[in-house]
């Protein structure tokens, strides 16, 4: 078993009817971006009727039809959010707890603290956060997950991962193992994946890999490490 394999995101992917939300994280091939990616899945109508919008140096899940939602919570929240050289990257509201205790000094651990997984039993899904934290011409990284420590939510096992950035290594991160009843919850550490040089490829590599019926929407960005400049990727299924 080789434990530094680099997998491909397709083929890690495809044929998984349902890994819920992802999120990505790593640097290109070439040195030269950082790149953070995170989609989102659903089974039911309410989950499905959604789509990204970017604003105000946010990006925020919105509902696709307001008419038809049915229970804003869980599913309506800033999932993506810049502080100063930081960038924070959830699967929820959690974007803003990060965001509020990074103000307060507080660091990416102890911000969490305060949380806990989603209360959506049976399922307990699993909280997934990322942040990039960017040097002069560099960036570290850190992933956490807050899951249920048993199948009643008796209490919240919390798992951290601080990564330094090296050359075509990815880490993704994701809340489901796959489709189930309940649905069984992520394992293990993040999965070491390729991060492929050129945005519109890797954005529909990892499009493609998701499940037809599930899928509902994708935010890619590459991060010039030298300029900062950011090139972003918005794919919705709901247009």
Known sequence: MNIYKLNDIYELINGNSYVGRGIVIGKTKDGSKAVAAYFIMGRSANSRNRVFTYKNDTLYTEPFDASKVEDPSLIIYRAVRQLDNKLIVTNGDQTDTIYDGLKEGKSFDLALSSREFEPDA???????????EFGEDDFTYKMS???????????????????????????????????????????????????????????????????????????????????????????????
Request: charged fraction near 25%; hydrophobic fraction near 35%.
């Open 145 to 239: 997950i807050l899951k249920s420590a048993d199948e009643l939510g008796t209490a919240c096992n919390r798992y951290g991962f601080h990564y330094s950035a090296l050359n075509g290594l990815g880490h993704f991160i994701h809340t489901y193992v796959c489709d189930g009843n309940p649905i069984p919850t992520f394992q293990g550490e993040p999965e070491r994946v390729e991060i492929l040089d050129d945005i519109d490829e890797f954005t529909n590599k990892l499009w493609s890999a998701l499940d037809e019926n599930n899928k509902i929407s994708l935010f890619v960005r590459y991060v010039d490490l030298k300029t900062k400049k950011a090139d972003d990727r918005i794919i919705n299924k709901n247009k």
């Open 122 to 132: 049976p399922n307990l899904t699993p909280r997934i956060s990322g942040l990039l």
